[in-house]
């Protein structure tokens, strides 16, 4: 058996410490200084930034032929790439559509919206669990289900649908994008 599997000297031993705090302290700065958005609710890109950043921590934790200015350097590079989408996805409406998918109504007014929940895989069932989390019984007092850009879904009861404003573009049909006016 090759000892260096157990034991392989303290070079190893000091490059992963090395590497695991300062490369843990340097991340933790620079999500803090490029501010909650960074770990906001995730979105599609979001989740990508943030799987690419743990696997290059990770890689570089072991790896003992990377350098810590790399590693920082990489990391930098990944939430300074976030940041710069996310800047860019609020600035215009283009890169939004091409990097977020809208929100879609799942439910509306009494009805289930059937081509939506077949298009995004999702069951009745998945409705009424959106509206057992929010405190419903029954769709009774539910007037719409969405599915959020996250992923997750928002059920609006009756009472706090007010003009609708927030639901009305995802609505798709002219005839209830206006109310009573």
């Given amino acids: 058996m ?20 300062c490369g843990f302290v340097a ?27 743990g696997s290059a921590f990770g890689r570089t934790l072991t790896a003992t032929s990377v350098p810590l200015a790399q590693t920082v350097l990489v990391l930098a590079l990944l939430v300074g790439l976030q940041w710069l989408f996310a800047a860019a996805r609020a600035r215009s409406s283009r890169v939004r559509t091409l ?15 059937h081509r ?3 298009r995004h895989k999702l069951l009745e069932e998945d409705v009424h669990t959106a509206a057992r989390q ?3 019984g029954s769709l009774a007092n539910v007037a719409a289900v969405i599915l959020q850009q996250d992923g997750s879904l ?28």
């Fill in 2 to 21: 090759d000892s260096t599997l157990l034991w392989d000297g303290w070079e190893p031993i000091v490059h992963s410490v090395v590497m695991v705090v």
């Fill in 116 to 118: 939506a929940l077949r």
């Fill in 154 to 181: 928002g059920a609006i009861g009756d009472a706090d649908l007010g003009d609708a404003s927030s639901l009305l573009p995802y609505t798709g049909r002219p005839d209830k994008r206006h109310t009573d006016t």
């Fill in 99 to 113: 990097l977020d998918h809208p929100p879609v109504l799942l439910y509306y007014q009494g009805q289930m919206q």
């Fill in 27 to 53: 991340l933790v700065l620079m999500l803090r200084v490029s501010g909650p958005r960074t770990m906001a609710k995730m979105t599609p890109l979001d989740f990508i930034v943030a799987v690419t950043i």
């Fill in 134 to 136: 929010s405190g419903k």
